[in-house]
Nanobody, 120 residues
Framework: QVQLVESGGGLVQPGGSLRLSCAASGSMLDTNRMAWYRQAPGKTRELVAAITSGGRTNYAGSVKGRFTISRDNAKHTVHLQMNSLKPEDTAVYYC??????????????WGQGTQVTVSS
C-alpha cells in the first residue's frame, strides 16, 4: 500500500505565502509525474501545477508567476510554494502522484487533501 501525506495548509491573509508538502511512502519503488490539484466549494477539481521526474513543470494560468512546484526524487516528495495568495486560491489542495509499486505496476494515487484558506 502506498500513501501520499500532505502538510502545510492553513489560514493566511491575502498577499501571504504558504508552502505545501507531500510525501509518498509505502510499498513503492519510484514516482514519475507528481502534481497538485485543488477543489473549491461548488467547483470541479483543477490542476494547479505538475512536475515530471526530470523536472519539467507546467502551471495553471491563474497561478503562474505566483506558485512554484518542486520535488525531491530521492525522498519522493513534492512541494508547492504559494506566494501572493488571493482569496480565490481558497480550496482543498490535493497531492497526486504516479507511483511504481513494488509489484512493478504504475498506479495513480491521491492524498487526503489539505485546506488552504486565504482571508483577511
Amino acid at each position: 500500500q502506498v500513501q501520499l501525506v500532505e502538510s502545510g495548509g492553513g489560514l493566511v491573509q491575502p498577499g501571504g505565502s504558504l508552502r505545501l508538502s507531500c510525501a509518498a511512502s509505502g510499498s513503492m519503488l519510484d514516482t514519475n509525474r507528481m502534481a497538485w490539484y485543488r477543489q473549491a466549494p461548488g467547483k470541479t477539481r483543477e490542476l494547479v501545477a505538475a512536475i515530471t521526474s526530470g523536472g519539467r513543470t507546467n502551471y495553471a494560468g491563474s497561478v503562474k508567476g505566483r506558485f512554484t512546484i518542486s520535488r525531491d526524487n530521492a525522498k519522493h516528495t513534492v512541494h508547492l510554494q504559494m506566494n501572493s495568495l488571493k482569496p480565490e486560491d481558497t480550496a482543498v489542495y490535493y497531492c497526486n502522484a504516479d507511483v511504481r509499486e513494488t509489484s512493478g505496476r504504475w498506479q495513480d494515487y491521491w492524498g487526503q487533501g489539505t485546506q488552504v484558506t486565504v482571508s483577511s
